[in-house]
Nanobody, 116 residues
Framework: QLQFVESGGVLVQPWGSLRLSCASS????????MGWYRQAPGKQRELVARVSYGGTTNYADSVKGRFTISRDNAKNTVYLQMNSLKPEDTAVYYCNTDPVYVTSSWGQGTQVTVSS
């Protein structure tokens, strides 16, 4: 069973910055590609950033140039640095493997609200 605990979400003003963390357990973390996903009210969950087991990163167009995903295999943790935040970034943010396996459990997520 793959399990994840996300943290770091808060209320932040537009153009602010935030760093999210995701701790994982139950897996050999380093062999998996990891992703940060988000779900805004009334919308489907979407993948916004991905880091391969080797460190290659990919981003959704909506966050490219503003978000940076990274991983620390020694700590079984993946991070999402978010800069120049916009109101449309408001969502619950989750981490999981990419692709998501049937043995993966979604965590509680962490709420990010961008508002003045």
């Amino acid at each position: 069973q793959l399990q994840f605990v996300e943290s770091g979400g808060v209320l932040v003003q537009p153009w602010g910055s935030l760093r999210l963390s995701c701790a994982s357990s139950g897996i050999i973390f380093r062999i998996y590609a990891m992703g940060w996903y988000r779900q805004a009210p009334g919308k489907q969950r979407e993948l916004v950033a991905r880091v391969s087991y080797g460190g290659t990163t990919n981003y959704a167009d909506s966050v490219k140039g503003r978000f940076t995903i990274s991983r620390d295999n020694a700590k079984n943790t993946v991070y999402l640095q978010m800069n120049s935040l916009k109101p449309e970034d408001t969502a619950v943010y989750y981490c999981n493997t990419d692709p998501v396996y049937v043995t993966s459990s979604w965590g509680q997520g962490t709420q990010v609200t961008v508002s003045s």
